[in-house]
């Protein structure tokens, strides 16, 4: 009975001690005041609209400067198979990081260290997303974030 009650009570400790590592809105926890989103789930119908195309040019170019960038882009392209030893593939600018995240965690990795499936999946890809049509333009890198990992027992 007291080996019972032993186990119970570390169980429930255990359980206590993960409560954080639940699955929440991570931006809750920061102070979002006047930031304002842009959200869209079909990018072709604003890319084969002359007008859209200038009018986005032109609004992210007067913000610049306030500009937070975060496109997951494996949330609209299935590329689980092609990430490797990766969860996500991330485009994000310094100043979303400076907000929501720490550079501290911020880790470069060499292109050739990608999988070779990713490698040519960015090959195709970011010529299509780049203003200069090149890969890895000129102030663009490649990080590796490293997140705390937790473990949930049943």
């Given at each position: 009975?007291?080996?019972?009650?032993?186990?119970?009570?570390?169980?429930?400790?255990?359980?206590?001690?993960?409560?954080?590592?639940?699955?929440?809105?991570?931006?809750?926890?920061?102070?979002?005041?006047?930031?304002?989103?842009?959200?869209?789930?079909?990018?072709?119908?604003?890319?084969?609209?002359?007008?859209?195309?200038?009018?986005?040019?032109?609004?992210?170019?007067?913000?610049?400067?306030?500009?937070?960038?975060?496109?997951?882009?494996?949330?609209?392209?299935?590329?689980?198979?092609?990430?490797?030893?990766?969860?996500?593939?991330?485009?994000?600018?310094?100043?979303?990081?400076?907000?929501?995240?720490?550079s501290g965690?911020?880790?470069?990795?060499?292109?050739?260290?990608?999988?070779?499936?990713?490698?040519?999946f960015l090959?195709?890809?970011?010529?299509?997303?780049?203003?200069?049509?090149?890969?890895?333009?000129?102030?663009?890198?490649?990080?590796e974030y490293?997140?705390?990992?937790?473990?949930?027992?049943?």
């Amino acid at each position: 009975m007291k080996h019972n009650n032993i186990i119970i009570m570390s169980a429930l400790a255990l359980v206590i001690s993960l409560t954080g590592c639940g699955n929440t809105n991570k931006l809750s926890e920061y102070d979002m005041t006047g930031i304002s989103f842009i959200e869209y789930t079909d990018i072709d119908t604003v890319c084969e609209d002359k007008e859209l195309i200038t009018a986005g040019s032109n609004l992210l170019s007067d913000q610049e400067d306030n500009l937070l960038l975060s496109y997951v882009v494996d949330s609209a392209i299935e590329l689980s198979a092609d990430l490797g030893d990766y969860d996500h593939l991330v485009f994000t600018n310094p100043k979303w990081i400076e907000n929501f995240g720490d550079s501290g965690k911020l880790k470069p990795i060499e292109y050739s260290s990608l999988s070779k499936s990713m490698q040519e999946f960015l090959d195709s890809q970011m010529p299509i997303l780049t203003n200069d049509g090149s890969v890895l333009p000129e102030g663009t890198g490649l990080y590796e974030y490293e997140v705390a990992v937790c473990l949930h027992f049943l």
